[in-house]
Nanobody
């Protein structure tokens, strides 16, 4: 599976951004798809994930971020509203196949200024 992320950029606190991720290749093997983020010196953390069991959104972004998947286009979108400076990070698209193997997109920078 190959992943290409789009979106990101610089926005003021309270603003919105949309991240999109296009999956290609053996997309029929995807078991989970979503977004992680990472800041320098910290571990990569889950932001929002869609699995067959449902949607898992980190508490830090609940009520502000929304994740959606378009099965027909093999895309996943992260709508980020009411952004805060602490949301600043590199965001990574991620899928896991039916064996649990992870695939990562190239990462896109999101910077929220105060």
């Amino acid at each position: 599976v190959q992943l290409q992320a789009f979106g990101g950029g610089l926005v003021q606190a309270g603003g919105s951004l949309t991240l999109s991720c296009q999956a290609s290749g053996s997309t029929f093997t995807i078991n989970a798809i979503g977004w992680y983020r990472q800041v320098p010196g910290k571990q990569r953390e889950s932001v929002a994930i869609i699995t067959d069991a449902g949607i898992d959104i980190d508490d830090s972004v609940k009520g502000r971020f929304t994740i959606s998947r378009d099965h027909t286009k093999d895309t996943v979108t992260l709508q980020m509203n009411s952004l805060k400076p602490e949301d600043t990070a590199v965001y990574y698209c991620n899928v896991r196949d039916i064996t649990g193997y992870p695939y990562w997109g190239q990462g896109t920078q999101v910077t929220v200024s105060s």
